[in-house]
């Protein structure tokens, strides 16, 4: 089975500009949540989706967005972007929602200009 | 706001030495789970402990979740230099918020030859 895929693998943008990410979860796994991870703050939780509806919001400003389709990949994306956006963005797909395992993929790591 | 302390945050010993981490907060969680992250690379889950006082062992690693559900604890015996990465734990708060995790700032061990 395949594991989950993250599309760039990298990128550098500029500051203003805006950024979309893409997460295609393990077949199967309805479940789809997004981290960001820095050196400084750790993993932090951005948000999940289950069945195409956000469930659960994590504490970032609302320039962080996502959404999942019908297939569960999902995509978060990032406006106006801020130098300390600058992270590994990691998604993680499951099969359930409660008292799973989460499964990450490779992450995305964005550089902001 | 939900915390999770891992210590140490750095560890760096000789190849055949036993070392521990330790996981602590002052709330309860659900599940707690355990990831060995490389550079580079996303997170890659190792064991899932959901019941108080849970001890599991994954060959040389033993995983303990606390009586009360609060902390947890890694324990690798004859650490060997292929066990180098970054030890997350990460603990799920509440049965309510489905996929969110709450990860602890993370282990760095380096073992050397």
């Known amino acids: 089975k395949a594991g989950v895929t993250q599309t760039p693998r990298y990128l550098i943008k500029t500051r203003g500009q805006q950024v979309t990410l893409s997460c295609s979860p393990i077949?199967?796994?309805?479940?789809v949540s997004w981290y960001q991870q820095t050196p400084g703050q750790g993993l932090q939780f951005l948000f999940e989706?289950?069945?195409?509806?956000?469930?659960n919001k994590g504490n970032f400003p609302g320039r962080f967005s996502g959404r999942q389709f019908s297939n569960s990949r999902s995509e978060m994306n990032v406006s106006t972007l801020e130098l300390g956006d600058s992270a590994l963005y990691l998604c993680?797909?499951?099969?359930?929602?409660?008292?799973?395992?989460?499964?990450f993929g490779p992450g995305t790591r964005l550089t902001v200009l | 706001t939900q915390l999770l302390e891992q210590s140490p945050q750095f560890l760096s010993i000789q190849e055949g030495e036993n070392l521990t981490v330790y996981c602590n907060s002052s709330?309860?969680?659900?599940?707690l789970q355990w990831y060995r992250q490389e550079p580079g690379e996303g997170p890659v889950l190792l064991v899932t402990?959901?019941?108080?006082?849970e001890v599991k062992k994954l060959k040389r690693l033993t995983f303990q979740f606390g009586d009360a559900r609060k902390d947890s604890s890694l324990h690798i015996t004859a650490a060997q230099p292929g066990d180098t990465g970054l030890y997350l734990c990460?603990?799920?708060?509440?049965?309510?918020?489905?996929?969110?995790?709450?990860f602890g700032q993370g282990t760095e061990l380096s073992v050397k030859p």
């Open positions: 993680a797909s499951s099969l359930k929602r409660v008292n799973n395992e989460q499964f």
């Open positions: 077949s199967g796994h309805r479940s």
């Open positions: 989706y289950f069945s195409e509806t956000q469930r």
């Open positions: 709330s309860v969680f659900s599940s």
């Open positions: 402990v959901v019941t108080g006082g």
């Open positions: 990460a603990g799920q708060d509440d049965y309510n918020q489905g996929g969110k995790l709450i």
